[in-house]
Each structure stands twice: as structure tokens, then as C-alpha cells.
């Protein structure tokens, strides 16, 4: 599969084109994006696989404008990131995406509504309560609105995570490991979550995981090995994953120092 085409941004939550990133310098230089073009479709839940040192969390990080690429264009819509200075693309990122980590980064003094809230409050801005509503409903949160953290299973402090990221309606929520510190009951339930928000509410979700059960739950599935785009699955179940994943045994070689 060829990885130079430069994408059709229409109805594109985020995209990149031609992505190049280097870590290092010199012999020890790691190339851990080699010219990936991917774009990922408003209201469609995606997950990116391959092998550790692949590239997945990379391209996660500059698609959502985490980090900087070496070479090419990171968008999300139609604004080019790599255009915005330090200011605008932290209101970007502020404004229209949204975040959800292994880590469930809440905070412990903050009870579940202000946790969800918190974003929109530091940016001085009043909140959307018919939205926030429909999205306590949504992550079933609506009996646990004054608990604090500590008083939360991990299961319902990944929700209040996956909550806080759509409170601001983000146009794509970008989601690392989601499911990695959860049992699989309880991660089953944030997956569908994520899948719920992404149709129900036209929001966009990148998922990156080593997992091809939570893999299965999304619409299509994204490969990447040795920082190119070698394959997309679309209709993902568990078994299909799995023994797309099982090909790049012995197959592909680990880039060293690129965090997978």
C-alpha cells in the first residue's frame, strides 16, 4: 500500500499527509514515521495497531498535535497544525480535541461533575448543561456526580475521564491504551462507550491499543509497522485482528527507541 498520496480533507476529523518523524540524529537516528498518510472520518470510531516500535503512539501524538513532525502536515479539519504558533495550537487542542490516557488523570479533590467540567472551567467558559447531561446519561454517571476518584471503581474512573473529554464537544477525542489499567468487564464498557459517543454524538475517536479485542469495537482498524501504513480493516472483529497482528511476526523489526 502506497503511503505518499496526499488525502481529500472532505469530512476528515483529522488527518495526516506524508508524516516523516525522526528522533535523534546521525547513526542513532530512529525513524519513527516514514511517510504515513492516514485521515480518520468524522463520526467514525478508529483504532491504530502494530507491533511495539511501529509507530502507533507517534502518529497518535502528531495527529493530535502532541508533538511535531519532521516531515509533512498534521490537520485537524482543515487547519494545518504545523501553521499555528505555541499559542493557537494549544487553544486548538483546548477547543476542539479531546484526550483520554491509560492514567486516568483525574484529579483526587475534585469530585466526578467538577473532574468532567474541569477543562471547560479553566478556559473560562460555561458549559453546555444539555450536552453534559446527555453525556452523564451516556457514561452512567448521573448517581456518582459528588463522589471523589478514590470513591470510584477504575471502570468509573476511566468514564469520568472518557466524559471530561467530549464536555467540551470536541471534533475528535484521541484515546492511548484506554482500556490498559481496567479488567475486561470494565473495559469492555468504556470501549462501547467510546464507540456510543463517536456514532450517537458525530464525534470523532483514535484509539490506540495492543489489544484486538478492544480493537474489534471499533469501525475500522488502522495497521502500521515499521512507521509505515502497511494495512486498514474495516468491520474489525477480535479473530481478524488477531491474525493480522500474527503476520508481522518475525516479519517486521522494532525501531529501538520510537514508544510504540
Not at 502518529?59 to 502532541?66: D, F, R, V, Y
Request: charged fraction near 25%; glycine fraction near 10%; aromatic fraction near 4%.
Amino acid at each position: 500500500m502506497s503511503t505518499a498520496t496526499t488525502l481529500t480533507p472532505t469530512a476528515l476529523a483529522a488527518r495526516v499527509d506524508n508524516a516523516v518523524k525522526v528522533y535523534g540524529s546521525g547513526d542513532t537516528a530512529v525513524r519513527a514515521l516514514d511517510g504515513v498518510s492516514v485521515g480518520f472520518r468524522a463520526g467514525r470510531f478508529t483504532a491504530i495497531m502494530g507491533p511495539s516500535g511501529s509507530g502507533k503512539s507517534t502518529l497518535m501524538h502528531c495527529a493530535a498535535g502532541l508533538d511535531t513532525l519532521t516531515e509533512g502536515a498534521a490537520y485537524i479539519g482543515d487547519t494545518d497544525l504545523g501553521s499555528l504558533d505555541d499559542r493557537r495550537l494549544t487553544l486548538l487542542r483546548r477547543d476542539r480535541v479531546g484526550f483520554v490516557f491509560q492514567a486516568f488523570n483525574l484529579v483526587p479533590t475534585l469530585n466526578v461533575a467538577e473532574n468532567i467540567t474541569l477543562p471547560i472551567d479553566l478556559a473560562g467558559e460555561r458549559p453546555d448543561r444539555e450536552w453534559l447531561d446527555a453525556l452523564i446519561d451516556v457514561v452512567g454517571l448521573r448517581d456518582r456526580l459528588h463522589h471523589r476518584p478514590a470513591e470510584l471503581s477504575g471502570g468509573q474512573q476511566q468514564r469520568v475521564a472518557v466524559a471530561r473529554a467530549f464536555a467540551g464537544r470536541p471534533d475528535v477525542v484521541f484515546a492511548d491504551e484506554p482500556t490498559g489499567n481496567l479488567d475486561s468487564r470494565s473495559g469492555g464498557e468504556v470501549l462501547r462507550l467510546l464507540g456510543d459517543a463517536a456514532r450517537q454524538a458525530s464525534r470523532t475517536v483514535v484509539m490506540v491499543t495492543h489489544d484486538p479485542v478492544a480493537a474489534a469495537h471499533a469501525d475500522e482498524v488502522v495497521f502500521l509497522a515499521d512507521g509505515r501504513l502497511v494495512d486498514r480493516m474495516e468491520r474489525p472483529t477480535a479473530d481478524r485482528v488477531l491474525d493480522r497482528m500474527k503476520a508481522f511476526d518475525g516479519t517486521t523489526s522494532t525501531s529501538g527507541g520510537e514508544p510504540s
